[in-house]
């Protein structure tokens, strides 16, 4: 069996721990023409589960702390910057949201979420700094190892990258995460497989594997609704999740084991918005 991130937290923290999702306003460099214009091709450029936090950091952890805290019975939490690339800014302004995020009491760590080709050394040694205040987690968008895929959906940048940003951020005790996503347009069981192990031999600490869903106003939106791709069944991911899960060593924890997009920008597939039902359906069937 598998080590859940509820496990992972309870032996690190000592209870169970929920994360407080924000947005600093960043953008990435796939969208504002440093890499590309348009941005991978699954994105819309949304950020509906993160409280914007550019004018008062602690006031959105608080909004997003009230959605969560009558599940909470220890009050502890981790603050998360979710969306687009969040070290993607002058170091003067990601150390004073940093700062601002890890100040509250009931904030025991946080995890920023980037891209590999965004972390300067500069950026670098600010996370250092804040990992030595509390606990820092950099999760990283690998999404495939497949070459020929990840320009397919625009990723922007070789594994190469990836590699090298896992290596310097474990040279500085930081904990990484890797974002897969399962489904991607022509892609085998075979490829999912072989990007988690990508991302193990990398040195990743963590993994968040993540159904392929297509999204109103995307590229991939327009590609399926011409028939070019299709979406995996329930049954279809399941089986991938599992053979992708069963090569991760014991001390690779697993952080999430699909992901979902808001049910109004959601064009398919259309099982995956009935969250509690496939969670069910995974966790029975995630037995090993």
Do not use: A, M, S, T
């Given at each position: 069996m598998y080590k859940t991130v509820n496990e992972y937290y309870k032996e690190k923290y000592g209870c169970k721990i929920y994360k407080l999702s924000i947005n600093g306003g960043f953008t990435c460099p796939n969208r504002d023409g440093t890499v590309g214009n348009k941005g991978c091709i699954f994105c819309n450029g949304s950020s509906d589960f993160a409280e914007d936090c550019r004018q008062n950091v602690k006031e959105a952890l608080e909004k997003a702390k009230k959605r969560v805290e009558a599940k909470s019975k220890s009050g502890k939490y981790i603050a998360?910057?979710?969306s687009f690339t969040s070290t993607y800014d002058t170091v003067s302004n990601l150390k004073k949201m940093y700062l601002d995020a890890i100040s509250p009491e009931y904030i025991v760590g946080i995890n920023i979420a980037t891209r590999p080709d965004c972390i300067s050394d500069?950026?670098?040694e600010l996370l250092a700094e804040i990992n030595k205040i509390k606990p820092l987690c950099v999760e990283l968008g690998l999404q495939t190892s497949n070459p020929e895929t990840a320009k397919y959906i625009r990723r922007g940048y070789?594994?190469?990258v990836y590699i090298n940003a896992v290596k310097r951020l474990k040279q500085r005790n930081i904990e990484v995460i890797t974002h897969?996503?399962?489904?991607l347009p022509f892609e085998t069981k075979a490829d999912a497989v072989n990007s988690t192990k990508f991302a193990v031999d990398a040195g990743t600490k963590?993994?968040?594997?993540?159904l392929l869903h297509i999204l109103k106003n995307t590229d991939l939106e327009k590609e399926y609704l011409n028939g070019k791709i299709r979406c995996l069944t329930l049954e279809e991911y399941t089986d991938i999740l599992k053979s992708s899960i069963k090569i991760l060593p014991k001390n690779v924890i697993?952080?999430?084991i699909t992901g979902d997009g808001a049910k109004s920008q959601l064009v398919a597939p259309l099982w995956s918005a009935d969250k509690k039902r496939v969670l069910n359906f995974l966790n029975k069937n995630?037995?090993?």
């Open positions: 998360y910057f979710q500069e950026v670098l070789e594994n190469e897969i996503i399962i489904g963590g993994i968040k594997f993540h697993v952080h999430r995630l037995r090993f």
